[in-house]
């Protein structure tokens, strides 16, 4: 059993190249073999997104405060609130992020697959994030 203490970890800002807006990451966990697991809060502060994206073998999303918008490829932007739970499938292409004036926090969990648990790819445009 390992016990981490909330103060204990470092938060980090998210990467232009996977990121626009202000995001800040804090992990939770990012598991020793034989486990794939790894789990960390994602802030997003108001327009702030991720890039499009998929996951090998898909992620969990719990939003754990304030409200966001998350989108998948040919879908609707969906409005999600905290409380919500979100599954996106292996390889399906989405983004998530805040709302155009409210901040958004979420838990995200995923499993590697050959050691990577993500492929980034284009921005998320003006236009995708209004759901244009
Ligand atoms: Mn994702």
Redesign the pocket.
């Known amino acids: 059993m390992e016990i981490r203490r909330n103060g204990s970890r470092p938060a980090a800002p998210g990467p232009a190249r996977s990121f626009s807006g202000s995001v800040r990451r804090e992990a939770i966990l990012d598991a020793a073999q034989p486990s794939r697991l790894a789990a960390g809060f994602v802030t997003f502060e108001p327009g702030a997104r991720?890039h499009w994206?998929?996951?090998p073998v898909g992620?969990l999303?719990i939003v754990t405060g304030g409200c966001g918008r998350v989108g998948t490829c040919g879908g609707p932007v969906e409005e999600v609130r905290a409380g919500d739970t979100i599954w996106?499938g292996p390889g399906e292409k989405?983004?998530?992020g805040a709302g155009p004036d409210t901040g958004m926090t979420h838990v995200?969990v995923?499993e590697a697959e050959n050691g990577s648990a993500?492929d980034w790819m284009e921005p998320v445009t003006e236009k995708e994030f209004a759901g244009g």
């Open positions: 991720t994206h998929t996951h992620q999303l996106f989405h983004w998530h995200a995923t993500v």
